[in-house]
């Protein structure tokens, strides 16, 4: 069974920084494209970050500068990087890959159970 865990999350002041991690376990055969999405209370859900198995990055415009999202293909992680937090940037964080579990089979797509941040002071 394939599953994406996100940690890292937690309370920070604004101006802090925090670093997420997304692991994925299970049978895997290889890992595609994975997000950062992120949803605050009484709002939809929205992409944060994205990267490629070659390692293209794209980012929200507002966020650009501050987040920084990597991969270690060994480890089957995903990260993100966040700097310079803002009280705005509070939102449940969620990551999701598209996976396949044997050679020659599509990937499917997965997310995770999300990690809350909050930004306060």
């Known amino acids: 069974q394939v599953q994406l865990v996100e940690s890292g999350g937690g309370l920070v002041q604004p101006g802090g920084s925090l670093r997420l991690s997304c692991a994925a376990s299970g049978s895997i055969f290889s890992i595609g494209a994975t997000s950062w999405y992120r949803q605050a209370p009484g709002k939809e859900r929205e992409l944060v970050a994205q990267?490629?198995?070659?390692?293209?990055?794209n980012y929200a415009d507002s966020l650009k500068g501050r987040f920084t999202i990597s991969r270690d293909n060994a480890k089957k992680t995903v990260y993100l990087q966040m700097n310079s937090l803002k009280p705005e940037d509070t939102a449940v964080y969620y990551c999701?890959?598209?996976?396949?579990?044997?050679?020659?089979?599509?990937?499917?797509?997965?997310w995770g159970q999300g990690t809350q941040v909050t930004v306060s002071s």
């Open positions: 990267i490629t198995t070659t390692g293209n990055t």
């Open positions: 999701d890959a598209f996976i396949s579990l044997a050679p020659l089979t599509s990937r499917a797509h997965y």
